[in-house]
């Protein structure tokens, strides 16, 4: 039987997925194989877990809902707590599998481990790789990666002007039953991480669970149910509740969402609802995370060193104390605060609380923005390698803010938490619990 093995990582998805595209549409079994990265399950130099409880829960759920999904396909998913260096070049002998499938990803983590599954591998086995993860993909930007625009909206406008959105890859059709293997992988609990199982916080703003069905539901729900998403520029900078924004990011940071299935979702939106500045400014976001994306695409590995992508040199500080009062909510700033404990509560942050901590952690306090985002990539259930290394970058002076800018956090909680309605929320119940 002719077979082909899709490896997976930040593509959790079966819909508009290009490798399950290609795949199903030229062999006659496809598996589907997914390694838990045991580095991303340790302690990091930093001194705490490289991924916390919350993202390795959303990502527990996101792998049982493609599982089962695949499944109604016809195709095997095999889940594996060793690395893919080791895993993949096993079953690709016993499953005899003739070409690899996987997404490029290009941040030096992941590039060490795809080089070491290629070099594994027989040059028998065919191996194709795709950028799977962009609005505007590379082929279609008309700029080379070394000449992206230092400033956003420089990047936006010529991908506005010149830029095409790819249409989504149609769902391939079912394979033969035969296609699914006898052998059962289980996918593994929380516990088998050490995190004990735990209930998500009454106050979360992102109470979803993970997986494509979920994250569906979770669309038809912010755009044609309640059609909020024709007042997202005016609530977009909220901090409490699900409604403020759209909450797509956890479904995006793991690929179980696509930034194009979004896009073309708001272009049927705008056709048949209402197409007024709301409509456009989710696409302007998602615009900002493609920025990001060809941000570490052209700089590589700076994105994640002190003096970030203009190599700036500024005194930074690393005490730990500091540190802990940061992250604990014990700093002299309510606001930061707040939001600091709402992050280590559930998981999630809104934009807003983002800016003012990082600005407050890198600016304030002076401390190395790298341990802020560590941490952040710890903590946050929509972690996202670009995003959060480059907006930290961003926010603190060594990335692509032309400005420069410095966050008045009292101004800004006064602006935009006028009764102090968030603050009472996370720092009232906080001496309760
Ligand atoms: C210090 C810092 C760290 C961040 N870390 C991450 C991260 O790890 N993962 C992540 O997905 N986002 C990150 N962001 C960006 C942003 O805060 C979140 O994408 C947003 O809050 C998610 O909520 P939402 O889906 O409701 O966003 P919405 O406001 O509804 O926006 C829609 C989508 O646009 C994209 N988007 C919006 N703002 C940004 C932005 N500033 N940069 C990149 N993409 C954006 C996201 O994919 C988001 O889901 C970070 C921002 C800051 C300031």
């Excluded at 755009?223 to 990011?249: A, M, P």
């Excluded at 032309?402 to 102090?420: I, L």
């Amino acid at each position: 039987m002719k077979t082909a093995l899709v490896w997976l990582r930040n593509d959790l998805r079966f819909e508009d997925q290009e490798s399950f595209f290609k795949a199903c549409n030229g062999f006659d079994r496809v598996v589907a194989y997914y390694a838990f990265e045991p580095k991303d399950f340790q302690k990091t130099i930093w001194g705490f877990q490289k991924t916390g409880k919350f993202r390795i829960n959303f990502l527990l759920e996101t792998l049982q809902a493609l599982k089962e999904e695949l499944a109604q396909h016809n195709i095997s998913l095999i889940t594996e707590r060793r690395s893919a260096v080791d895993g993949i070049s096993s079953w690709v002998e016993s499953l005899n599998v003739t070409s690899l499938f996987f997404q490029k990803e290009w941040t030096r983590e992941e590039v060490l481990i795809s080089d070491a599954v290629c070099a594994s591998l027989s040059d028998e086995v065919r191996i194709e790789t795709h950028y799977d993860q962009f609005l505007f993909h590379p082929e279609d930007i008309l700029m080379d990666i070394e000449s992206i625009p230092q400033v956003f909206t420089a990047f936006r406008k010529k991908c506005e002007k010149y830029s095409k959105v790819k249409r989504c890859f149609e769902k391939p059709k079912p394979l033969a039953s035969s296609s699914l293997l006898d052998t059962i992988t289980a996918i593994p609990n929380l516990s088998d991480f050490d995190c004990s199982p735990f209930e998500t916080h009454s106050n979360s703003a992102f109470p979803f669970k993970g997986g494509t069905f979920s994250a569906s539901a979770h669309l038809k729900d912010y755009f044609w149910n309640t059609k909020r998403l024709s007042y997202y520029k005016q609530t977009r900078n909220g901090l409490v509740g699900t409604d403020y924004s759209s909450k797509f990011s956890p479904w995006l940071a793991n690929g179980s969402l696509s930034a194009r299935m979004i896009y073309w979702e708001v272009l049927q939106y705008e056709k048949e609802i209402d197409k007024n500045q709301s409509t456009y400014w989710l696409i302007f976001e998602l615009i900002w995370r493609d920025y990001f994306k060809y941000v570490s695409l052209k700089h590589g590995n700076s994105i994640f060193q002190l003096g970030g992508i203009l190599e700036k040199e500024y005194s930074w500080n690393s005490n730990k104390e500091v540190f802990r009062k940061w992250v604990e909510g014990k700093t002299n700033e309510s606001f930061v605060n707040a939001n600091m404990i709402e992050l280590k509560k559930t998981g999630f942050m809104s934009n807003r609380g983002r800016q003012n901590v990082a600005s407050f952690f890198a600016k304030n306090i002076t401390m190395d923005w790298r341990m802020g985002a560590a941490y952040f990539e710890k903590q946050l259930i929509d972690y996202d390698v670009h995003s959060n290394w480059g907006n930290w970058m961003y926010v603190s002076g060594v990335g692509n803010d032309p400005r420069d800018r410095k966050f008045n956090v009292k101004m800004q909680a006064e602006r935009y938490d006028p009764k102090g309605q968030y603050q009472k929320l996370w720092l009232q119940n906080n001496l309760f619990e």
